[in-house]
């Protein structure tokens, strides 16, 4: 007599307990669900962002310290949003109107220090958003899924106390349905707490070379040079 394999459904996995969940357990399913979606959906524009920031660094490195002045350098600097090409941008106009009535009495090196910063400030505020959002889902799935579990283990209790019956059949089910919550609650927690550390490690190398870059940048709006360790790159600044 052939063996015949006979596929049983499961009646404790997920199908199981969201037909067998109340509004409740429902709605932390729901929103375990959209804090997984937002987290990925976070993670992914995040590091597309910064590969485009880490490329525009590479082309300021090459192209904007290879022309002979800054206002030539500029021009190199292509592509959508290109934070660099605003820095230099903002730097070159604030020098060409150092001399109005409003600025002629601050130092062209304070001037230029100041609108710089608050570029720099800028990208950096820029780069932070949406972090925010990974570190709480990061702190906070864990514990919401916890909550649906204890909810779903009470009323598990509740109903074999209802029952007057205390069989494994109707322990195991219930109380292995509830403990989903928390392994769902982890397994939106932990790819958030590492992108949120992956971003944020991203973050801190693209600032460290728009501060490179800024720096370099007044040194040779105020001095006419760019200082490359030990030896001096002399370019062109705004001003004549």
Same mark, same amino acid.
């Given at each position: ?9 499961? /009646?404790? !996995?997920?199908?199981?307990? %969201? ?5 409740? #357990?429902?709605?932390? +399913?729901? @929103?375990?669900? =959209? ?18 920031? @880490?490329?525009? &660094? &590479? ?5 904007? %310290?290879? #022309? ?38 601050? /130092? @062209? ?22 972090? /925010?959002?990974? &570190? ?8 919401? !899924? ?39 609650? +982890? ?6 707490? +590492?992108?949120?550390?992956? +971003? ?11 501060? =490179?870059?800024?720096?370099? =940048? ?23």
């Amino acid at each position: 007599m052939a063996n015949e394999s006979v596929t049983v459904e499961n /009646p404790y !996995g997920l199908q199981a307990l %969201w037909a067998q969940g109340d509004f409740i #357990a429902k709605g932390v +399913l729901i @929103l375990l669900a =959209l804090m997984s979606a937002y987290s990925w959906f976070i993670i992914f524009t995040k590091w597309w962002e910064q590969r485009r920031l @880490l490329k525009q &660094a &590479a082309e300021a490195d090459k192209n904007f %310290w290879g #022309a002979d002045n800054i206002k030539n350098g500029v021009g190199k600097l292509t592509g959508k949003g290109n934070i660099f090409k605003a820095i230099a941008s903002e730097a070159i106009d604030a020098a060409a109107h150092h001399d109005t009535r409003m600025t002629q009495q601050v /130092p @062209l090196h304070e001037w230029i220090d100041n609108v710089i910063a608050r570029g720099v400030a800028r990208i950096g505020s820029a780069l932070q958003t949406q972090l /925010p959002f990974l &570190a709480t889902t990061g702190s906070t799935a864990p514990f919401i !899924g916890l909550f649906g579990t204890v909810w779903g283990i009470y009323h598990a209790l509740v109903a074999i106390g209802v029952a007057g019956q205390a069989s494994i059949d109707k322990v195991a089910g219930p109380v292995g349905e509830a403990l989903i919550m928390t392994a769902i609650g +982890l397994a939106v927690a932990v790819p958030a707490v +590492l992108g949120y550390n992956y +971003l944020l490690g991203r973050n801190k190398l693209i600032m460290e070379r728009v501060k =490179l870059f800024a720096n370099d =940048l007044e040194q040779v709006i105020v001095s006419g040079s760019r200082v490359e360790g030990a030896n001096a790159k002399v370019i062109s600044g705004a001003k004549k």
